[in-house]
């Protein structure tokens, strides 16, 4: 309920920033979350699933759609209520030295090079993970030399809500509950329980927080081309099918192209 009541929240403001707004924007994005090149705690979900999964390291990396209203305070300073949406990201892959097998109708999974050691059949441990966010942002804007030259720098930094679901489909090894198998070879093997997993977190909202940069350069006197960089910062907690992991990371590099049009 207090998702919905936020969300509508944020609906009426937007609505009402529309009717004040001076610029009405259309950008395209290119989003590069900092959380696969930058987790480092044993219990983070980008960790465990980039140590154990041959994933691409661009696998998240990806195109959005955003668009934004500008209300000028001051000839340089701006106040901006942005949209990023449509980053929904889906990454396929098996774990990179394990295997699975059956055994006494039960699932298991070995190193791949232990195999030799056991009379078994084996099969590709296979793993889906999907993550989206959609922020919505309010942003100060600072344009240092006002916005009538054909090159307009600006800065600026603000808060947002971001929006976000994690699912994790597919095979899990649970690398806790280690077992021995006795091979007929007199090898004894390390083995660990396979299980099917469908964890998720859905329908998230986390506070976060922005930094960016970039130029406008007029095309017109309504247009102006807009090339600029986002640095966000946030962290969700993980409460239903993630217990027990670390804060997921939500922030990473934006980089945007798009227009401007000022009424």
Do not use: C
Not at 45 to 65: C, H, P, V
Not at 123 to 141: A, E, G, K, N, W
Not at 239 to 250: K, R, S, V, W
């Amino acid at each position: 309920m207090r998702k919905k009541i936020l969300l509508a929240i944020i609906t009426l403001v937007l609505v009402s920033v529309v009717g004040y707004a001076n610029t009405f924007s259309l950008k395209g994005n290119y989003f590069v979350p900092s959380g696969p090149s930058s987790a480092n705690s044993p219990d983070s979900l980008w960790k465990i699933e980039y140590d154990n999964m041959d994933f691409r390291k661009t696998a998240f990396q990806g195109a959005s759609f955003g668009f934004a209203f500008e209300y000028f305070l001051t000839r340089e300073l701006s106040l901006e209520f942005s949209i990023d949406a449509l980053y929904n990201k889906t990454a396929r892959g098996s774990y990179k030295d394990y295997i699975g097998f059956e055994y006494d109708s039960e699932l298991w999974a070995v190193f791949a090079d232990h195999d030799q050691y056991m009379d078994i059949e084996t099969f590709s441990t296979l793993q889906r993970l999907s993550v989206s966010i959609t922020p919505i942002q309010m942003t100060l804007r600072i344009a240092p030399f006002g916005r009538r030259g054909r090159l307009i720098p600006y800065i600026g930094g603000g808060i947002g809500f971001y929006f976000w679901s994690v699912r994790m489909e597919g095979d899990f090894i649970d690398f806790a509950d280690e077992y021995v198998y006795e091979s007929t070879t007199g090898y004894d093997v390390p083995v660990y329980p396979l299980y099917e997993a469908d964890a998720r977190e859905d329908r998230k909202v986390t506070l976060g927080f922005h930094a960016l940069g970039g130029i406008m350069l007029s095309l017109n006197r309504t247009m102006t081309l807009d090339i600029g960089a986002k640095y966000n910062i946030a962290k969700g907690k993980m409460t239903e099918g993630f217990e027990g992991f670390d804060l997921f990371d939500l922030g990473g590099f934006q980089f945007s192209i798009g227009l401007n049009f000022w009424f």
